[in-house]
């Protein structure tokens, strides 16, 4: 089996590519060429992959990668992800996360319409949800330019399913966290923030709403969804999260308790990382995953809070001099 990952070399597509490379798979990763792209996440697996440059924003380099290397399957990881980066650049985000969506399907269904397809979907579509939990028939609300570009891509998804016969599939990943997530994502911010503090090397952490409720799981768990969407016979869209919800003060709270702080003498509240239009409570109903892919989470919420702290005080502390 071959797969083309975009997006690999992000935590998503770090574990995706670990897991099918345990799993016999030629892997092909599709990087950008940027001047300040990081392959950190995959170097111990570089020389096990082939990286190949191409761009969601440019067509023909989609279909050149996909008739060149006829992948089984293609997971599309890559998106302008960062939810506060989308009001800021909002035109970009949009080309990125739903156009790009549209540039893929479209190269599939020129190339080989057999290939199996995965869309990173992502709970900011529910916004502010109608429902709670939310599941595959949670009508969307998105509240940012993020969320509302991720219900594009998610509907041209079901669009080139129903109207090309792609096995097209997309993941409504609720978040999803590990030592590996991007140090502006607000969990990794907190977690290497309590490692400075720890070590001497901080003495506050300033952070935005702490109320705000989300539905926290492990990446490493959720590439595992990702791959068995794309293993059933028919396609479809599926809910993947732990059913369980947190705040963020709640994960301030884990996070400081694990190296016996007391986080109310280092949190200050600021503005600046309040979110325009708010996304109050995301919390996912994951029993059609549970059932028809035979999926569910294997790390909780305070062993993932653990897991992160531990890897930042001891990225911090061989970092020290």
């Not at 950190?40 to 380099?61: F, G, N, T, W």
């Not at 986080?263 to 996304?279: G, L, Q, S, W």
């Amino acid at each position: 089996m071959r797969a083309l990952v975009t997006g690999i070399t992000g935590q998503d597509g770090s574990y995706l590519a670990e897991l099918l490379l345990e799993k016999g798979y030629d892997v092909i990763g599709m990087v950008r060429r940027s001047s300040t792209e990081s392959f950190e996440r995959i170097e111990h697996i570089k020389d096990k992959i082939l990286l190949v440059q191409a761009d969601l924003l440019d067509q023909l380099s989609l279909i050149n990668i996909i008739e060149e290397h006829r992948p089984d399957e293609v997971y599309n990881l890559a998106a302008q992800s960062f939810v506060p980066t989308s009001w800021v650049q909002p035109v970009l985000t949009g080309h990125f996360d739903a156009l790009g969506v549209t540039k893929i399907l479209e190269a599939i269904r020129l190339v080989d319409k057999k290939i199996k397809f995965y869309q990173a979907s992502s709970s900011e579509m529910f916004g502010k949800a109608v429902e709670t939990p939310q599941t595959e028939t949670t009508p969307f609300y998105p509240r940012s330019p993020y969320g509302v570009a991720k219900v594009y891509g998610h509907w041209i998804t079901v669009n080139y399913r129903e109207s090309y016969g792609i096995h097209g599939n997309s993941g409504i990943l609720f978040n999803h966290e590990s030592p590996r997530r991007g140090l502006e994502f607000v969990t990794r911010k907190i977690t290497d923030g309590v490692a400075r503090i720890k070590l001497g090397l901080a003495d506050s952490l300033a952070l935005g709403n702490l109320d705000a409720k989300r539905d926290w799981g492990y990446a490493g768990d959720y590439v595992r969804a990702m791959w068995r969407m794309l293993q059933q016979d028919e396609p479809g869209d599926f809910v993947i999260a732990t059913g369980k919800t947190h705040s963020v003060e709640d994960f301030v709270k884990a996070a400081f308790g694990h190296v016996d702080l007391d986080y109310k003498r280092y949190v200050v509240t600021d503005p600046r990382f309040v979110r325009p239009a708010e996304v109050d409570l995301l919390l996912g109903d994951p029993s059609r995953a549970k059932q028809a892919l035979d999926w569910e989470p294997t790390v909780n919420f305070d062993a993932l809070v653990t897991m992160m702290v531990e890897a930042d005080m001891q990225r911090l502390s061989g970092n020290r001099k």
